[in-house]
């Protein structure tokens, strides 16, 4: 089995046609119908169901998927080995959670990107569930996540803490106010968001039975119809407080134990550590401590 065909396997895959994995491959749609049909024959199991629109993954393909992107991913990694030097370059393939890129992310971008210009660095949004999987699946190096996760194969770093806070419009005085009608509505982010999955705990707690969510794809979605009065939503405070400031929105406060999170970055345990990766850890740890150290100026003024 040759590493060039599971490339070529995983391409189609992602691409769901021949012809945009071609394009995507830099090469003519008969190479890589080659390429499929020699694995095919190969392994005696059909790869892919072909139809009028593309293809899509047979029972056999799926399972072979994982390890075709596992095989890329360390093809990828020694090369990084062998060619890493102490000064960063190169590409770094990092994940974040949405509020973490609408707030925490650009001081260590800024930093990072002022130590190390000589890498090209893509970052990838989602929930602390989604982008988990792709660490462990080799899809990213790290992610900022919302924790603590103890899972045996990644290594978590504390890089600051957030204070969660449920927000609603300026209508409500207090939380339980909020909460006294027969049904309440939330706007969430996508399933697999950690402050969705502790929300819904915290309604549980305070006795709501009938909860409608509403899910969003962005942080100012979320603000903008809680200020438009269409539900309640739980934010870290850094990321809802200019809206508060503003008028739009009102904060409403919650004890240490329900309101205290970790934001940390994770990446694989058996995954080599670049120069780039280095230097991005310890730029996040840097504005890490700025953070908390802000954070205990205004709990002294309070």
């Known amino acids: 089995m040759e590493a060039s065909d599971l490339a070529v396997f995983a391409a189609v895959a992602s691409a769901g046609t021949i012809t945009r994995a071609a394009e995507g491959l830099h090469t003519v749609q008969s190479n890589v119908t080659a390429r499929l049909r020699h694995l095919e024959t190969e392994l005696g199991v059909a790869l892919f169901h072909r139809h009028a629109r593309g293809v899509f993954l047979t029972s056999a393909g799926e399972q072979l998927l994982p390890y075709a992107v596992q095989v890329g991913q ?6 990084r080995v062998v060619m890493d030097h102490s000064t960063p370059r190169g590409s770094l393939r990092l994940g974040s959670l949405e509020t973490a890129a609408a707030v925490r992310l650009p001081p260590i971008l800024a930093a990072f990107s002022q130590e190390c210009p000589r890498v090209d660095l ?7 569930s989604a982008l988990v999987e792709k660490v462990l699946g ?7 996540v919302s924790g603590p996760l103890s899972h045996p194969n990644l290594i978590e770093t504390i890089i600051c803490e957030e204070e ?3 927000i609603s419009s300026p209508a409500f005085a207090s939380l339980d106010e909020a909460l006294a009608g027969r049904e309440v509505k939330i706007l969430v982010f996508r399933d697999g968001c950690s402050y969705r999955a502790r929300f819904e705990e915290l309604l549980k707690k305070h006795g709501v039975l009938r909860v409608r969510e509403l899910e969003f794809g962005t942080v100012d979605g979320i603000l903008g119809c809680t200020a438009a009065g269409l539900g309640l939503s739980f934010l870290p405070r850094a990321v809802a407080e200019r809206a508060w ?7 409403h406060p919650l004890p240490p134990s329900q309101g205290r999170v970790a934001t940390m970055f994770i990446h694989r345990r058996d995954a080599f550590l ?11 740890l840097a504005v890490g401590k700025t ?5 205990a100026t205004k709990a002294a003024g309070a």
């Open 291 to 295: 953070i908390g150290a802000a954070d």
């Open 274 to 284: 670049s120069a780039s990766l280095k230097h991005f850890i310890a730029c996040a």
């Open 164 to 166: 969660l806070v449920v």
């Open 74 to 79: 360390l093809l990828e990694e020694a090369k």
């Open 245 to 251: 400031r503003e008028g739009q929105i009102k904060l």
């Open 138 to 144: 080799y899809q990213l190096e790290g992610a900022l």
């Open 122 to 128: 893509t970052l990838c949004t989602g929930t602390t």
